[in-house]
């Protein structure tokens, strides 16, 4: 993994590599997709156990395009959220997938909560990253620096906090492998101009929920809490 240099050799396309999971957050896999869509001469490798629809948290199932034994490698490798994701915490497949990946990829990037399979693995310790705020504190645990920002770039990793956020990942993702202008370009072709009815975004935000927030906070600790300890203890051991 090289904290230097971006893109793909000349010869071939760009290639990012997602991974699937059941019960991923569709907009943290979907938001990013579509603006991997427009980016030139990139390729999406969207990898499963199995080639088979994989039920998304909206009702409805992605198809995979390889899966991890048949996956090229990745110059990107990126990792989508969802409560899904810390069911793969135990998964030692995923986790030994990530981590061949990572020996050669560029960038390591995630959205939301798929910022702990990263860090399970033990591609974050010691660095800086984000995930959505009801789980973010957690990351410390695994040797991650929690930090309440949209977007956080710390080497060669680039992790968006939750859901939405991975439209912005994606749109810096373009800018840093085809430039701002291209990056521009995107942003304009899909009318990405949010305008929200409600400063309601984030617990920071005026209009947010404070009482819902802390309790959701409280919530995913108790829910998530031990297999986060159980993923650091294996990290501790290895």
Sequence with gaps: MDDAGAGAPSERPLRIVAVLFP??????????????????????HVAWHRVEPVPTDGGFSILPTTTFDDAPQADVLFVPGGR????????????????RQAA?????????????????????????ATSHWGSLHLLERLGVTPTAERVV???????????????DFALRLAADLHGEDAAKRIQLQLEYDPDPPFDAGAPSRSDADDELAHAQIAAMTELRGEVVDRAAARLHAG
């Design 23 to 44: 019960h991923v957050t569709q907009l943290d896999f979907t938001g990013p997709a579509q603006i991997f869509s427009r980016m030139p001469h990139t390729e999406l």
């Design 84 to 99: 899904g994701a810390f069911e793969l915490l135990e998964d030692a497949t995923v986790l030994a997938f990530l981590r």
């Design 104 to 128: 050669t990829a560029e960038h390591l990037a995630s959205v939301c909560t798929g910022s702990f399979l990263l860090a399970a693995a033990g591609l974050l310790e010691g660095r800086r």
């Design 153 to 167: 770039r710390d080497g060669p990793a680039i992790t968006a906090a939750g859901i939405s956020a991975g439209i």
